[in-house]
């Protein structure tokens, strides 16, 4: 297949035969029913039983007791030797050795934790939701099987188990990879000859915003050429936007001239991501930003040179402002100034 858009590869979690490995099951032209609003994950209750709180859990645990709920962020615990994590959680009470808690979506698996609570047993409380109202369906289009994929079209399964997707750039690398459900159906497909079109059972949680789906066509052949480009997005797609100007790397980028002068328009800049979008163009041209995050670290890329800030005052009145994600409180337009300028970059505001 000339240039795929999108590869499905096993699940981990998958029993049957090379399950845990990377090969690909499949490589898809295009996709429908993936661009949309993600649902956010449905809160669940859950028993810690066998319980050992220590630490930050134990004083949760205290403040609940006192006042019904406390607030704890994600909770990692160890059953049987394997950390799973809770995200977004809140400890509800504890009695005996069985502790509750309440956490968005299901437990997921994490490597290396630094300090997991053992636990005997993690219980779902809250009863199972109907898989229609959780899932919907998402069609990989003129998709070409490979393996045990394959094998199972041509044996006439009704369905395939769980799979996970992967967004391809048009040189074939992976930009994306995330959890794609279960295969229900395929039929040949209508618009590519001799290639089929798989239907998923995919997560509303899973699903793509369509800002982002926007900036993956505009990076799939390669970096927009165009200025300005991430202008177009707002709020969260740019942090996306960053993301993929990121992952071209550096191939290609103008050199840094010593002494140099810079002129960064800030007439969008309204939060840090916007401001790094603003500066990788200013100084690396389109569709370019820099890999460092931090604005003191990409002042000692620019020693020396002169950064003319035009329209300074929009930042002035935006950076570090709420609202606040996950609790992280963004820099201040004066602290990043402050960085850049004792890093060795002389700021010029305007």
């Known amino acids: 297949m000339r240039h795929p858009r999108y590869a499905l590869v096993p699940d981990a979690r998958t029993p049957g035969p090379g399950a845990p490995g990377r090969h690909v099951l499949a490589l898809c032209t295009d996709v429908t029913g993936l661009f949309a609003e993600p649902a956010r994950p449905a809160r669940v209750r859950y028993e810690l039983r066998g319980c050992e709180p220590r630490g930050d859990l134990s004083r949760a645990v205290t403040q609940a007791v006192v006042e019904g709920t406390a607030p704890f962020g994600t909770l990692v615990v160890e059953l049987h030797g394997t950390p799973w994590a809770l995200a977004d959680t809140r400890v509800l009470g504890m009695r005996g050795d069985v502790v509750t808690v309440e956490a968005a979506g299901e437990p997921y698996r994490v490597h290396h934790p630094a300090d997991p609570v053992p636990c005997g047993n993690l219980i779902r409380a809250t009863p199972a939701v109907p898989e229609e109202r959780t899932h919907t369906d998402v069609t990989f289009v003129g998709c070409e099987p490979r393996g045990e994929l394959r094998d199972a079209l041509a044996a006439g399964a009704a ?16 930009h994306h990879e ?4 279960r295969i229900t159906g395929w039929d040949p497909s209508a618009r590519h000859r001799g290639l ?11 699903l793509v915003p369509p800002a982002t789906g926007a900036i993956w066509d505009l990076f799939w052949h390669d970096r927009p050429a ?3 480009t991430w202008r177009r997005f707002t709020g969260a797609a740019r942090g996306a936007w960053l993301d993929r100007a990121a992952a071209h790397g550096s ?3 103008p050199e840094l001239v010593p002494g140099a002068t810079y002129h960064l328009d800030g ?10 979008c603003a500066l990788g ?30 329209h300074a005052d929009v930042a002035r009145a935006c950076l570090g402002t709420p609202p606040y994600v996950a609790g992280h409180r963004p820099a201040t337009f004066q602290e990043i100034t402050d960085a850049l300028t004792a890093a060795g970059v002389r700021v010029v505001l305007g």
């Open 267 to 276: 007439t969008d800049v309204v939060d840090e991501d916007s401001f790094h």
């Open 196 to 206: 089929v079109d798989l239907t998923l059972s995919f997560p509303r949680t899973r």
């Open 159 to 174: 369905e395939f188990g769980e799979v996970r997707y992967q967004g391809l750039t048009r040189t074939g690398s992976r």
């Open 178 to 181: 995330g959890e794609a459900g």
């Open 281 to 310: 163009e200013a100084v690396l041209g389109p569709g370019r930003c820099f890999r460092e995050a931090s604005a003191g670290a990409i002042g000692e890329e620019l020693a020396g040179a002169t950064l003319v800030w035009h």
């Open 226 to 228: 165009e200025p300005g």
């Open 251 to 253: 191939h290609g980028a």
